[in-house]
C-alpha cells in the first residue's frame, strides 16, 4: 500500500483515484477545484480530501492529476499552493492530463531540480474506461521512474506502457488522437453514404466490421451514431483542445497533418451546432444537418 494523492476529479478523474483506492489499496488524499466533489468521492471511497493541491500532495508516495489542459496543469504545480510545493524528495509525480510534451518537459526540469520523479502519462479509453479500470495509459520518463510507478497506475488501466523519455507520452496521445480523428470521419461518412444508397446499415456494418474496415468505433459506436445519441463520454470540445495540441505540434516538428486538420474544422462546425458537448462520433450530425 501506498500514500496517493489525486488531484482533479473530473469525469476521468473521479472513477480513476477510485480504482487506485478499492483496486490499488492504497490510502488515497484527493483535491479537486470544486471542494464538494472531493468530500463527495471521500465519503464514497473512504478516502481523504484536501482544500489545495500542496496539502494533498504533502507526504505522498505517488501524485496523480488529470486536469483540462496545460494552463490547469501548472496552476495546480506551480502556482500558488500548487503540488509541486509540497512533494518531498523521493516521490513520483504522474500527470495523466492530455497536455502538450512542451509542458511535460516544462514540469519534468522542475520536478528534477526539486528531487522527485516525473511521468507525463495521458490516458486512452474514454469515461467507460475509466469507470471499468481498463484504460491504456501512455507513459514518458526515466525507466527507473517508470518501474515504481506501473504496477500503482495498472490499478486503473488494462495496458500500461513506457514510449520513452519524457514527453514521449504525450507525443504518442497525439498520434492517438490524429488516427481517431480521420477514423471517426471515415465511419461517418461511410455511414452517411450507406444511408444515401439505401443500403440496410445493420447488414452493411456486420460484413464489413468482421474485415480491413472493422475497428472500435464502428463496434461500439455506429448504432448510436445512426440514432442521433452523441452522449457517449469525450466532447468535442476536449477533442477540438487536442487537436490544437496536434496541430501545435506538427508546426513545430515538420508533420503534414492535412485530414487532422481538416476533421479540427469540422468538429468547429459540429461545435457551431450546438455540439460542443457531444462526443466524438458525432461528425456524421455534421453531414446529415
Known sequence: MAKVAFIGLGVMGYPMAGHLKNRGGHDVTVYNRSAAKAER??????????????????DADFVFTC????????????????AFHAIRSGAIFIDNTTASAEVARELAAVATDKGFGFLDAPVSGGQAGAENGALTV????????????????EAYAKMVGRMGDVGAGQ???MVNQICIAGLVQGLSEGLHFGMKAGLDIAA??????????????????????????YEHGFA????RKDLSI???ESRRNGASLPVAALVDQFYAEVQKMGGNRWDTSSLLARLEK
Not at 473512504?46 to 496539502?55: F, M
Not at 486536469?67 to 502556482?79: F, K, Q, S
Not at 468535442?236 to 477533442?239: E, G, I, K, N, R
Request: proline share 3%; glycine share 10%.
Open 41 to 58: 468521492w471521500a465519503s464514497e471511497f473512504n478516502g481523504a480530501s484536501r482544500p489545495t493541491p500542496a496539502e494533498c500532495a504533502k
Open 236 to 239: 468535442v470540445d476536449w477533442m
Open 67 to 82: 486536469v483540462g489542459n496545460d494552463e490547469d496543469l501548472r496552476a495546480v504545480t506551480t502556482g500558488p499552493d500548487g
Open 204 to 229: 452493411v456494418v456486420d460484413v464489413i466490421s468482421k474485415g480491413a474496415a472493422g475497428s472500435w468505433q464502428m463496434e461500439n459506436r455506429y448504432k448510436t451514431m445512426l440514432q442521433g445519441h
Open 246 to 248: 496536434v496541430l501545435d
Open 171 to 173: 507525443l504518442t496521445k
Open 138 to 153: 501512455m507513459v514518458g520518463g526515466d525507466q527507473a521512474t517508470f518501474d515504481k510507478a506501473k504496477s500503482v497506475i
